[in-house]
């Protein structure tokens, strides 16, 4: 069964940079039919796409954040990561990693994590 | 750039009732390649209808999906006491802001 885990920092201070790493397991990354994503929702607000990668390293980011965003991917690790720039208090937020299924009925998040929390404050 | 907006921002409703939320699209979707999503509190969404109606795996049936072009509707026929959640529709990185269904 697929399952994902973040990990990172849960604390970040601002003008730093927010650094949170993906772990899959029960399928490899390499898979051609997937993109690998993240996420993320300010406290009691709704979910924002930050960014997709393939596992040979191809990428979109969201516009807003395109400036700020890399990711990554370490396919003998089964691993990918989010770096996010010069952070902000407006960064705050519970960040999922998932997996996007491309084609077929669209793009989907078919698989997620369970999210871990990133708060920037000095 | 699509924006998704949902309405009502809450549904209240009590178990056993039906619930229908709306996700309008500011441009026609292709292939109508809409997405729903439950998301219960403290836990990860989880995806419900794509492409519109089809449901995903393991989705009970009285959850289902319906619309096409710019207009779009998740139904779920009974309420369960496991339903009351955020709802929210997305297509490619796009998503809706939400509804909450509440118990009332």
């Known amino acids: 069964q697929l399952q994902l885990q973040e990990s990172g920092p849960g604390l970040v201070k601002p003008s730093e940079t927010l650094s949170l790493i993906c772990t899959v397991s029960g399928d490899s990354i390499t898979i051609s039919d997937y993109y690998w994503v993240w996420v993320r929702q300010p406290p009691g607000k709704g979910l924002e796409w930050i960014g997709s990668?393939?596992?040979?390293?191809?990428?979109y980011y969201t516009a807003s954040l395109k400036s700020r965003v890399t990711m990554s991917v370490d396919t003998a690790k089964n691993q990918f990561s989010l770096q996010l720039t010069s952070v902000i208090a407006a960064d705050t937020a519970l960040y999922y990693c998932a997996r996007l299924k491309v084609g077929g009925t669209g793009n989907l998040f078919d698989h997620w994590g369970q999210g871990t929390l990133v708060s920037v404050s000095s | 750039e699509i924006v998704l907006t949902q309405s009502p921002g809450t549904l209240s409703l009590s178990p056993g009732e039906r619930a229908t939320l709306s996700c309008r699209a500011s441009q026609t979707l292709s292939n109508n390649y809409l997405a729903w999503y439950q998301q219960r509190p403290g836990q990860a969404p989880r995806l419900l209808i794509h492409?519109?109606?089809s449901r995903a795996t393991g989705i009970p049936d009285r959850f289902s999906g319906s619309g096409s072009a710019t207009d779009f509707t998740l139904t779920i026929s009974r309420l369960e006491p496991e339903d009351f959640a955020m709802y929210y529709c997305?297509?490619?990185?796009?998503f809706g802001q939400g509804t909450k269904v509440e118990i009332k």
């Open positions: 492409g519109a109606s």
């Open positions: 997305q297509f490619y990185g796009t």
């Open positions: 990668i393939n596992y040979s390293g191809k990428t």
